[in-house]
């Protein structure tokens, strides 16, 4: 195929590049380029080399470095330019003939008289790798930071992408295979909580308080934060890790950039085309339209989402996005609007088995047994928009404001075609198979805005004062998902063949949900700066106000297309209501799941900062917080919690050390107690449909917390270079994680959060490394985590004298979502003289607990998962590149198993199960994505 010719020629180019780099020669001037003050290397600096009236140049590598090679004999003078910086002194001598290397290191001196060029290398700076180093090394506590340079270069497109290349996170992963929430030091998604600028957002999630994080285009971003300990004036809801969003900020001179972006997957071809529905759905309900008392008929329903569905084979996706700002007013007003487009076609073929509610005895004690085998095939278009722009005045050399306005939004359209063979294929008719086909079209409507007015005021020589004013919205709505399903009964003979086939018990389903969360939040911060015993020390107070509503409704109309046989003649079935009264919206039973939230969150804290020793640093307080929520459901007055109050307050202490053992070494230590709040729909007594299961909510839910302690030592070499070293230890209380549980029957069964009946620990290692060797150089993290957590399972069993016997047994485990092995590895080519970056990237997450199980030994585990990506970037002119980005090449797939050896199954059983790969397991759902492919052009000003 095209494709895998050009991607063995890139992997080629690249492999040459590395055996080039690794080449010697004789005669060599090299040496590094550094910053006189500061000693950090002086990236993309000119360096000449003058021999008998003959000029040569290249470019500062990112360590610093650079190199003459096959340089000839005799007299040299070697100069070197960078923009904001003094040219350099010549440094003359002569070079032998006889294999000699003659090393000239040079310092620059800032030119501080020559403004415009100092601008522009403070600008450059903000973005790139070396200006984040500097920020994990001066941060008072533990964090990881991708810096806009890096993101840029990345295969990724989305910020959920993005996080998996951060030492310790993991994502999990969308039907489309898509990263969409991050999982950081094993701690699922729920221990996490996401900010735009050091603000805390709010989620379109129904259920949920987390954010999904492939709703942001990744280029937006000016830096990704991964924060791992918290202090105490940041917001305590956070046990994992806290994602910082940095957003581009106003500029110090004038910028314009642009990229436009085309591709395609590989998954869709013209014998798997992309099956797409023009929507154009009902926004409201026919209760929403006319009243809760209105009976809907078969005309109040639209569905083309159905009839009109189209096939493409090979559809392409495109991307966009735009910056430009400046600074005005003699620079006291600056201005920045940054924004991305993307329009992503993905998809994946899927297969699952669905085991019954409760499993056998026979042959072996907790016997899976198999109700259903989905063979879905998934398509998705997702068309991404974001906007922001920040404005900030200097009123004065003591006060300045400044309003950032965020606009996110996210349309996804998925269709999903599913065969569904029941009951190992067996019915009670006359005919001996049983599928039935469903086609489901969904459009998901996500939105995020965020609107903050930030003031910075000096109130004297040691005092200062913050404040921040937000107003943050997020909806999320999925207007009229349809799906029309019908069983197909078939008879086979001997030989498997289809020798008859009756369609009939058709089904039309319409189904509303809609989610608002809004948030009206105050921020305000006090510091004092006196001098004791000598010291510099910093003293901080302040504080929170967050008044909170949110609102989610659900509606589903069913309607039966009676006896008539279905004959693919969609219009010809005569759709109607079991019973005139089903098409009331009082009688829809998921109005139950209607709630509506208030909730005010308020905190406090102090925060002391002082050097103990000389190179010591202690960042010591405690913060309270505090919760109110009140909630109300519409939920039949015979549901005792249909409403509720739930109150609590937690005090919050922390301490980090940080000692500097040189100017680029660090040690440091920490303990934080940290919180996390249960998601607004697992506490409502709701009732809602899954991908595979029903999800229930539990108003019993306590909420966690946990005690949290850190260990790193960081060597930051210059450049982009650096060495991490960390351990961490969690201690956690009443950690919340969804069970599968019987719902009635024995094959009915729903997801439920639940408190688990121990506390868990989990505790684990980090390493990351990053180094450069000229225009080579080599990322690699690895974590390892382990998590245990002890809960009560049942275990089925059969004894011959006392037949089926049902017991219960502790079983020790991993927390939800942990991995205990995850690592991501990157080869770069970076060269200046070239105009060249390239990244080679490779992810790899292990073996991890998806889904727990009521019963032992039966928990869902995922496989484990690697990744291979490739990207690139070449500049073709002086502001114009060419860039490509590459996914998932060796098309890697995701598979859960059951840790329940298949071969123990009954010959039934394994004619259902379908293809095994692992002897002592049982594959119960695989999903392939295949390989995506961007390509486009970015140009800077």
């Known amino acids: 195929m095209k494709y895998s010719y050009f991607v063995h020629r ?5 492999a040459l590049c590395l055996m080039l780099s690794f080449s010697s020669f004789a005669q060599t001037i090299k040496g590094k380029v550094t910053d006189y003050k500061t000693g950090e290397p002086l990236v993309g600096a000119t360096v000449s080399l003058t021999q008998s009236g003959v000029k040569r140049a290249v470019a500062v590598n990112l360590n610093g470095s650079y ?3 096959n340089t000839k004999t005799g007299t040299y003078a070697i100069a070197v330019h960078y923009v904001g910086y003094k040219v350099s002194q010549n440094y003359e001598g002569t070079i032998g003939s006889a294999d000699e290397v003659k090393i000239i290191n040079v310092n620059l001196q800032d030119a501080s008289t020559e403004v415009t060029e100092v601008k522009v290398t403070g600008e450059g700076g903000k973005e790139s790798d070396r200006a984040v180093r500097g920020i994990e090394k001066n941060a008072p506590m533990v964090l990881n930071i991708l810096s806009a340079k890096t993101i840029q270069l990345l295969p990724d497109v989305t910020v959920a992408n993005a996080l998996q290349r951060v030492s310790g996170v993991t994502v999990q992963r969308s039907a489309n295979g898509e990263g969409r929430y991050a999982i950081v030091r094993g701690m699922d998604q729920r221990y996490n909580s996401t900010l735009v600028n050091g603000i805390k957002i709010p989620s379109p999630d129904p259920a949920y308080r987390f954010v999904p994080m492939d709703i942001f285009p990744s280029e937006m971003l000016e830096r990704l934060e991964v924060i791992k300990a918290l202090t105490p004036n940041m917001e305590g809801d956070a046990i994992g890790g806290v994602m910082n969003l940095v957003m581009k900020s106003a500029p110090k001179y004038f910028v ?9 997957s590989t998954l869709f071809s013209s014998n798997r085309p992309f099956v797409g529905f023009n929507a154009s759905p009902n926004t409201k309900s026919p209760a929403a339209l006319n009243g809760n008392s209105y009976a809907a008929t078969y005309s109040d329903f639209n569905n083309k989402a159905l ?38 076609y993905r998809g994946s073929n899927s297969k699952q088995l669905t085991p019954n509610a409760q499993p056998s005895a026979i042959p072996l004690p907790n016997s899976p047994q198999f109700s259903d085998a989905y063979d879905r095939t998934y398509s998705t278009q997702t068309e991404r928009l974001g906007i922001h722009n920040k404005i900030d005045y200097v009123i004065n050399d003591k006060n300045k404001i400044s309003l950032y306005n965020l606009y996110i939004h996210q349309s996804e359209y998925e269709s999903r075609l599913t065969s569904d063979t029941l009951g190992l294929g067996l019915n009670s008719t006359g005919l001996s198979k049983q599928i039935t086909i469903s086609n489901r079209s969904t459009l998901t409507q996500q939105n995020i805005y965020n609107s903050t007015l930030h003031g910075e005021h000096i109130l004297g020589n040691q005092w200062r004062f913050n404040w921040d004013g937000v107003y943050s919205v997020a909806t999320r709505h999925m207007p009229d998902r349809t799906e029309f399903s019908y069983d197909a009964n078939k008879t086979l003979n001997n030989s498997g063949a289809v020798t ?7 089904h039309l389903v319409h189904h509303w949900e809609n989610n608002k969360d809004r948030d009206l939040t105050g921020y305000a911060n006090l510091i004092y700066t006196p001098k004791i015993a000598g010291k510099d020390v910093e ?4 504080g929170l106000f967050r008044h909170k509503v949110r609102d989610a409704d659900y509606i589903e109309y069913t309607l039966n297309g009676g006896l008539t046989l279905y004959n693919n003649n969609f219009n010809s079935l005569p759709f109607a209501f079991n019973s005139a009264a089903d098409g009331i919206g009082s009688n829809n039973p998921l109005l139950q799941n209607n709630y509506h939230v208030l909730e005010n969150d308020n905190a406090e804290y102090l925060q002391v900062k002082f050097d103990l020793l000389p190179k010591l640093q202690v960042l010591g307080g405690a913060r309270i917080e505090n919760t109110y929520m009140t909630y109300a459901t519409q939920s039949p007055a015979t549901v005792t919690q249909r409403s509720g109050t739930i109150s609590y307050t937690d005090v919050l202490p922390s301490v980090h050390l940080k000692y500097e053992l040189t100017d680029n070494q660090n040690i440091r230590a920490s303990y934080f107690a940290s919180i996390s709040r249960p ?20 108003p019993l839910l306590k909420h966690i917390t946990a005690d949290n302690y850190d260990l790193r030592y960081e060597f930051f070499a210059g450049g982009s270079d650096q060495l991490l070293l960390g351990t961490f230890y969690k201690k956690i209380y009443n950690p919340i994680e969804y069970f599968v549980v019987r719902d009635g029957g024995p094959s009915s069964q729903v997801i439920k959060p639940q408190n688990d009946d121990g506390n868990a620990t989990n505790y684990g290692f980090e390493a990351l490394a990053t180094k450069f060797f000229g225009v080579i150089g080599f990322s690699v993290n690895y974590t390892y985590t382990h998590s245990r957590v002890t809960t009560s399972k049942l275990l089925y069993s059969n004894d011959a004298t006392l037949g089926l016997q049902q017991t219960n047994v502790n079983e020790t485990r991993p927390l939800q979502g942990q991995a205990d092995h995850v690592g991501n590895a990157s080869a770069l080519f970076k060269s200046a003289k070239l105009g060249l970056d390239i990244q080679l990237a490779f992810v790899y997450t292990g073996e991890r607990l998806a889904q727990v199980s009521p019963y032992y030994n039966l928990d869902f585990y995922q496989h484990a998962y690697d990744q291979l990506d490739f990207s690139f970037e070449k500049v073709i002119f002086k502001k114009l590149s060419f860039y490509g980005k590459i996914n998932n090449i060796t098309n890697a797939a995701s598979k859960i198993y059951l840790k329940f050896p298949h071969g123990s199954l009954d010959a039934k059983q394994q004619e259902f199960l379908g293809k095994q790969d692992i002897a002592a397991q049982t594959l119960v759902q695989s999903d392939y994505y295949k390989t995506s492919f961007l390509g486009g052009f970015r140009y800077k000003f």
Do not use: M
């Open 10 to 14: 890139l992997l080629l180019f690249s």
């Open 67 to 69: 190199t003459f090679k």
């Open 256 to 264: 314009l950039s642009a990229n436009v972006s085309g591709g395609f």
């Open 307 to 344: 009839t009109s569905d189209k096939n493409i084979s090979n559809p392409f996706s495109s991307t966009a996005g735009l910056t430009i700002g400046d600074r005005f007013l003699n620079n006291k007003l600056g201005v920045i609007v940054s924004a991305a487009y993307q329009n992503l």
């Open 500 to 506: 008859a086939e009756v369609d009939n018990n058709t």
């Open 539 to 542: 003293f901080s107070t302040g």
């Open 679 to 698: 998601g607004f729909g697992e506490l409502v007594p709701y009732k809602v449909s899954g991908e595979y299961y029903d999800q229930v909510g539990n």
